[in-house]
């Protein structure tokens, strides 16, 4: 296995890729509220993924239905969007794929729905495997404080 060297070109569209992901994630924070179906929110992740001229990734891959995957609480990842929804003090994960004429941007962002007043803990079980994640506020964006394995 060789590493391929990518050309000016290429790494350009890579950077592109990356910032088209990094705004559709900034626009899907702000429809992040209580009472918004995770369906809901996978048809704006599709409808902004393509304004930008880019494909959404996950759209039918291996019969995936969704354009993005939304996890809540203690879904781990990959969470298929539907009718449930969101709830004052939710974690909720956003996962996405994006592909610009070939080159793939992926990314999950994580969001706390609603008002919250001084932290937010969560824990996930994986595979008997507990992790701790305490969040903390910062100028209306949450921030990763610490990750605790236990």
Not at 60 to 87: F, M, T, W
Not at 94 to 123: H, M, P, Q, W
Request: aromatic share 8%; charged share 25%; with cysteine.
């Amino acid at each position: 296995m060789s590493i391929t060297i990518k050309t000016p070109r290429e790494i350009e569209l890579m950077r592109e890729a990356g910032r088209i992901l990094a705004e559709v994630h900034n626009e899907l924070g702000k429809i992040i509220e209580p009472g918004i179906t995770t369906l809901e929110i996978d048809k704006m992740g599709e409808k902004l993924i393509r304004s930008y001229g880019c494909e959404p990734s996950f759209l039918n891959y291996q019969g995936y239905p969704a354009s993005i995957c939304v996890s809540i609480n203690d879904e781990v990842i990959h969470g298929i969007p539907g009718s449930r929804k969101l709830l004052e003090g939710d974690l909720v994960s956003i996962d996405i794929v994006v592909d610009k004429d070939g080159y793939f941007a992926d990314a999950t962002r994580s969001f706390v729905v609603g008002k919250n007043e001084k932290s937010y803990l969560c824990r996930i079980n994986w595979n008997d495997c507990a992790i701790w994640c305490q969040y903390i506020p910062k100028n209306d964006n949450y921030i990763l404080l610490k990750i605790t394995i236990l």
